[in-house]
């Protein structure tokens, strides 16, 4: 239905992707830059205005009427600012004023990467159909977004949906974020590694031991290697299945790189889900690999900007 055109932000500690987003999803322009992550808060926005300036360039850009941007977080959306864990530079950065400065003073929508994804796989992914979904991307941590009643909801933050940091394990292992036995704890890539190492695996001869080496191992039979990934999915399904209580969502999308596992975790995921999420209301939740690839970040950060009321977009702008 929409024929807008906005300029997407996919902010993260590695790369700083932007681009020209039409309303049906199409990517028409890109540009990139590495972060710099290392460097002072005002090196690492001097590479989001060089991505920026390219967009600009574009014979398109003056068709475009907002930004949208999906940032590593914490993010906060009320103040626009953003402190991504990964970016030392940036704490309490004031990203929405910076970028709509450096866009002729564009309306700027600001949200955290995992509702961005959500707001991907709303849009055109797995979650698609589904107004009450959670969204989680599992690899080196754990994050996520929700759709409740049909909308995307960030939360007055723009970080709701964060299950990586909700506690399935009330005396387990301490999570960096300062709690204990937090999913991302025991389900991250990096967990499911070291879970398996400790439990007596060993890489084969290339030495790789990320969580994809464990998952090759799992598929030829290995026990431990298939005990930890059992391990992630018991606890990746007591977050999904006290999110379904809490707000009834039907079904459960889970992307990044241990999401592509495939029935090594979804196998056990499902059977523990039927352990944890018993009340008659969340038995039929489902779960489901995503369909949103590398450009998830872009896409959602459109979405969010495409599918915004009249009365986000002015909180978005910081009122
Ligand atoms: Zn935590």
Redesign the pocket.
């Given at each position: 239905m929409h024929t807008d055109l906005v300029a997407a932000l996919d902010i993260g500690g590695t790369k700083i992707a932007g681009a020209l987003v039409d309303g049906r999803g199409r990517i028409l322009v890109r540009a990139q830059r590495a972060t710099p992550a290392r460097e002072d808060g005002d090196t690492v926005m001097g590479a989001v205005e060089e991505v920026l300036a390219e967009l600009r360039a574009s014979a398109l850009w003056s068709g475009a009427t907002a930004v949208g941007i999906g940032s590593a977080g914490p993010v906060d959306a009320s103040a626009g600012t953003v402190s991504p864990v990964n970016v030392p530079g940036w704490r309490a950065y004031p990203l929405v004023e910076r970028v709509r400065a450096a866009t002729g003073g564009l309306p700027v929508e600001l949200i955290g990467d995992g509702v961005a994804i959500t707001a991907a796989e709303h849009w055109q992914g797995a979650a698609r159909g589904h107004d009450n979904a959670l969204c989680m991307v599992v690899s080196t941590g754990v994050g996520g977004g929700l759709v409740l009643g049909g909308r995307l909801h960030p939360g007055p933050t723009g970080n709701a949906g964060h299950i990586?940091?909700i506690?399935v394990d009330l005396d387990g292992d301490p999570?960096?974020?300062?709690?204990?036995g937090?999913?991302?704890?025991i389900a991250s890539g990096p967990n499911i590694a070291r879970r398996a190492l400790e439990g007596g695996w060993r890489p084969g001869p290339d030495g790789d031991t990320s969580a994809a080496a464990v998952a090759a191992a799992a598929r030829a039979g290995d026990p431990v290697a298939l005990a930890s990934f059992e391990r992630a999915a018991q606890a990746l399904a007591a977050g999904i299945a006290a999110t379904a209580t809490l707000v009834e969502i039907d079904i459960a999308v889970i992307g990044g790189g241990v999401g592509k596992a495939g029935e090594i975790l979804f196998t056990p995921l499902r059977a523990a889900l039927r352990n944890y999420a018993t009340l008659s209301f969340v038995q039929r939740l489902t779960v489901a690999p995503a369909q949103t690839g590398t450009d998830a970040g872009l896409v959602g950060a459109a979405a969010a900007v495409l599918t915004r009321t009249p009365a986000t977009t002015v909180a978005g702008v910081g009122g």
């Open positions: 990586g940091h506690s999570c960096p974020c300062g709690a204990r937090c999913v991302e704890r």
